[in-house]
């Protein structure tokens, strides 16, 4: 380190100038000859190294932010939050702002003319996509150490994974409801890949700008012989919105199903309450008729002859009882009554018979 021996030397002359001793080179104290300069100029020199010198070796580390302090290019330490010492030049230091977030865009810009956004997929179709990658730096000594070039790096990785990824997987799923699912195995495969070199940088998210197919035009011929310039991307989006349609057409119909099932159910419901209730009114009655029964039947076998005339009674009284009948059971005219005929009701019926 030749630069170092000279700086050291420079300074140890320095030092014994302002203590009074002899510069090299020099043969007596400054005001010797009238050549040397005065001993005041050679103190404000010296507070002006120290001054500059100290000015190179503290320095502030903010919250945002990871210091990596090199000891003659090598790691010594991770340097804290606040006021730091790196004595300089033998210890210098590095400071990266960690909390900013960065993005990496893949298939934007004009990188789809040299086929960058233009991918593969395990159904043989192309599909054009258009992406960000967007990471910040989660240990500053990797980031440091691992990278001469983190954002080219950072492109190739998710390149790489994003294709890898989409080669797994079908044109359909991808233009449609995948686009999550892809998004998250993606940034996992990119953090995998970091985490294994060791890089320091964490993938916060990948997110699709656009999902398409390729924006090109293709010959179609039609039945009759004519032939037409159709987009395949128009294609496609019709093919989308038809596929849209379907789904939105299954959902009403599974709606409408949901429905009338929750009005069957609600009206089987209905009919087996309604059911349940009239059959323990029958049971009900049937259980009372045969507590009644077996309570006649005991006061029958006590005395048959009064038990029997008391039912005779009661059942003639059921039945005459709505019954525009007067029965008498005295004789013809009864005690106390007076037998009368309604001659002129039965003249007037047997005139109105003749007319």
């Known amino acids: 380190m030749p630069e170092i ?4 030397r420079k300074g140890q002359e320095q030092l014994r100038v302002l203590m009074g001793g002899k510069g090299r080179g020099g043969g007596g104290s400054s005001s010797e000859g009238g050549a040397g300069l005065p001993r005041g100029t050679f103190l404000f020199g010296g507070l002006a190294v120290i001054s500059m010198w100290l000015f190179a070796s503290f320095y502030t580390v903010k919250p945002e932010e990871q210091s990596v302090e090199l ?92 294709r890898e990824v989409i080669a797994q997987s079908e044109l ?45 035009q293709v010959i179609v011929t039609a039945v009759d012989g004519t032939q037409a310039r159709v987009s395949v991307i128009d294609a496609f989006r019709d093919v989308q919105a038809a596929e849209q349609e379907r789904d939105q057409r299954e959902r009403q119909a599974d709606a409408y199903a949901n429905q009338r099932g929750a009005e069957a159910r609600g009206a089987s419901a209905e009919i087996k309450e309604a059911a349940e209730g009239y059959r323990a009114k029958v049971v009900n009655a049937a259980l009372g008729e045969a507590s009644r029964f077996t309570a006649v039947l005991k006061e029958y076998k006590a005395a048959p002859e009064v038990t029997r005339r008391r039912l005779y009674i009661e059942t003639l009284e059921k039945v005459l009882g709505n019954v525009d009948k007067i029965i008498m059971d005295n004789g013809d005219g009864g005690s106390g009554v007076v037998p009368y005929l309604p001659l002129n009701e039965l003249r007037k019926s047997s005139l109105g018979g003749s007319n």
Do not use: C, H
């Open 5 to 8: 021996d000279e700086l050291m």
């Open 71 to 162: 000891f003659l290019g090598e790691f010594n330490q991770i340097g804290t939050n606040g006021l730091n010492f790196a004595p300089w030049p033998l210890v210098t230091y590095e400071k990266f702002n960690v909390t900013t977030n960065r993005t990496e865009s893949l298939g934007i810009n004009g990188s789809r003319d040299s086929g960058l956004g233009l991918m593969l997929t395990t159904d043989e179709n192309i599909v054009d996509i258009d992406f960000q990658v967007v990471w910040n730096i989660k240990n500053a000594r990797d980031f440091l150490f691992s990278l001469k070039e983190p954002e080219l790096s950072v492109r190739a990785i998710s390149e790489a994974a994003m």
């Open 172 to 216: 359909a799923p991808i233009l449609n409801r995948d686009r999550a699912a892809i998004e998250a195995n993606v940034r996992q495969l990119i953090q995998k890949t970091l985490d294994q070199r060791e890089t320091g940088i964490s993938v916060l998210r990948v997110n699709f700008n656009k999902v398409d197919p390729p924006s090109r």
